[in-house]
């Protein structure tokens, strides 16, 4: 469902960038990479709030942690599944979208490239936005505003990644960097706000 409703809203968003633009190829060819990846950033935020919560709410998380594993291992095979499931299929979305943005065949295999890369980063930050959401129950738009904040650096190297035409691997070892950091981060701190909102359920 989670997933359906993220592609939806991405081709949806597409069409209306396209119609807005006008038939301007040159434009969109312009435009197509910073469009594309505003809106995976923005259709990441969608499943925020059930990255957590529905375990949280059944008490799965308790569970499993006393099956033997920490709530750190816990958040990355979170991590790793919101990954697999909710951006992978992308790598599907992402061509057609480009075809629409008419976008050159060279810089969409560098999109897909940064795809792989910044998605993950993603999928950290939305590990660490969904459980602070975790001590949070009012306001969801805090985790969101998380997302897109610490996203910004993750969104410019992308773009520079698909847009650049010499000095690629720097660009990319940036990325991958910004990913190993983001990957060690998460765990610890989604494992303790997981923690303190179990301890104040």
Not at 35 to 45: A, D, G, H
Not at 177 to 192: D, E, K, Q, R
Request: with cysteine; proline share 3%.
């Amino acid at each position: 469902n989670d997933l359906f409703s993220n592609i939806l809203f991405f081709f949806l968003a597409i069409f209306v960038f396209v119609f807005a633009i006008g038939p301007d190829k040159q434009a969109l060819n312009t435009l197509g990479i910073g469009i594309i990846w505003s809106l995976i950033l923005l259709s990441s935020t969608l499943s925020l709030r059930r990255f957590f919560q529905d375990d949280f709410n059944n008490n799965s998380l308790i569970i499993i942690h006393m099956g033997g594993l920490s709530y750190e291992l816990i958040v990355i095979l979170k991590i790793i599944s919101h990954f697999i499931f909710v951006k992978l299929p992308f790598l599907i979305a992402i061509p057609i979208a480009s075809t629409l943005l008419h976008i050159d065949y060279n810089k969409i295999i560098l999109l897909l490239i940064s795809f792989v890369i910044g998605s993950l980063i993603l999928s950290c930050l939305g590990s660490i936005a969904a459980s602070m959401n975790l001590l949070n129950k009012r306001n969801f738009t805090l985790g969101s505003l998380i997302v897109m904040i610490f996203s910004i650096p993750m969104i410019i190297f992308s773009v520079s990644v698909a847009n650049a035409e010499e000095n690629l691997f720097p660009l990319i070892n940036i990325l991958i960097g910004l990913l190993l950091v983001f990957f060690a981060i998460s765990p610890w701190t989604s494992a303790a706000c997981i923690r303190l909102a179990l301890s104040n359920k």
